[in-house]
């Protein structure tokens, strides 16, 4: 779990960087399959998304995670970056609004990364 924190950290670093908003972090270890964590973040229009989608990809090879897999573009409005159980989702606002991964995982507790822990 240190391994993955320190991921989501260095995920996290990046979004907040780079102006993405409203990044959440969900510990889904207790409620499904799917992932262990999820990194949810809104960019505020389709330029910033591709910014985040082209600079998170080269966060995750700078960093040597090798084996990312990646779904969608930034002109869909959704993308998702999966790494070995953290799923990273970034949104268009409209589209965060409707599909409401918090709502959905609302009984997943949020990951509250304070600096220096």
Avoid at 1 to 12: L, S
Wanted: with cysteine.
């Amino acid at each position: 779990m240190d391994e993955d924190i320190e991921i989501i950290r260095e995920i996290t670093t990046f979004l907040d960087d780079r102006k993405a908003e409203d990044i959440v972090v969900l510990d889904l270890r207790q409620h499904a399959n799917i992932a262990d964590y999820f990194v949810v973040s809104t960019g505020a229009n389709k330029p910033h998304l591709k910014a985040l989608h082209d600079g998170l990809q080269r966060c995750f090879k700078e960093h040597g995670y090798k084996g990312f897999q990646k779904a969608g573009v930034p002109d869909s409005g959704w993308m998702i970056f999966d790494y070995q159980g953290i799923m990273v989702h970034i949104f268009e606002r409209e589209l965060r609004e409707f599909y409401d991964l918090e709502k959905l995982w609302k009984d997943a507790p949020r990951v509250e990364l304070v600096e220096g822990e």
